[in-house]
């Protein structure tokens, strides 16, 4: 089975640069992935880690150390907007994520 | 930009009754998903769908659920005798390839209300 471990919540002011932790345990893995949660609206995809090391899409980067079984997301120049849930997940060869229980992201003014 | 679709977007249903959630996945994705979220906890997955048949399913989804894609766009859920337990979101999600680039396309959800 899979099981996975990140804080439930963090807040950070607006502007400021917050890493939100996941470690996994899996029996079968292909990578890692990150998704955002407004409000309970559908969770949308921000970035795959299939690899060792950092991935960067704009403001957002994600980490993977295989190794260590821990990935983290890293969220620059936080704005207002970025307030909402953050999931981590991994994927087995099956296919299907599983997710972990999220992350509350509180940024304040 | 092609999107996954979900109806209802709420539906109240009395303990006992059946249910179907329906999805239409983005039009040219092969593998289909649905997770449930109960308010304020993590997404759970339910099953998968490929090729006209179940790929998984988790323990959740029991004797209770079924799933089928009864033509060439729509996906559906079904819950036969509704319990309160299964009060939750329940989103449909697709991809083009297995999960090998860890993206899923996800609705918006359907919540429903077991009274």
């Known amino acids: 089975g899979q099981s996975l471990e990140q804080p439930s919540e963090v807040t950070a002011v607006e502007g400021a640069i917050v890493q939100i932790n996941c470690t996994y345990q899996?029996?079968?893995?292909?990578?890692l992935s990150w998704y955002q949660q407004h409000d309970g609206g559908a969770p949308t995809f921000l970035s795959y880690n299939a690899l060792d090391g950092l991935e960067e899409t704009g403001r957002f980067s994600s980490f993977l150390s295989r190794s260590d079984s821990y990935g983290y997301l890293l969220l620059q120049e936080l704005q207002m907007k970025d307030s909402a849930s953050y999931f981590c997940a991994v994927t087995p060869p099956t296919g299907q994520l599983t997710f972990g229980s999220g992350t509350q992201l509180t940024v304040l003014p | 930009e092609p999107e996954v679709t979900q109806t209802p977007s709420h539906q109240v249903t009395q303990m006992g009754q059946e249910v179907i959630l329906r999805c239409v996945p983005i039009?040219?994705?092969?593998?289909f998903y649905w997770y449930r979220q109960i308010l304020g906890q993590k997404v759970e997955f339910l099953v998968s769908f490929y090729n006209n048949e179940i790929s998984e399913k988790s323990e959740i989804f029991d004797d209770q659920f079924s799933v089928e894609r009864p033509d060439g766009s729509n996906f559906t859920l079904k819950i036969r005798s509704t319990k309160l337990e299964d009060s939750a979101m329940y989103f449909c999600?697709?991809?083009?390839?297995?999960?090998?680039?860890?993206?899923?396309?996800f609705g918006e959800g359907s919540r429903l209300t077991v009274l």
């Open positions: 039009s040219n994705h092969l593998y």
């Open positions: 899996t029996s079968g893995f292909y990578g």
């Open positions: 999600a697709s991809s083009r390839d297995r999960g090998n680039t860890g993206e899923l396309f």
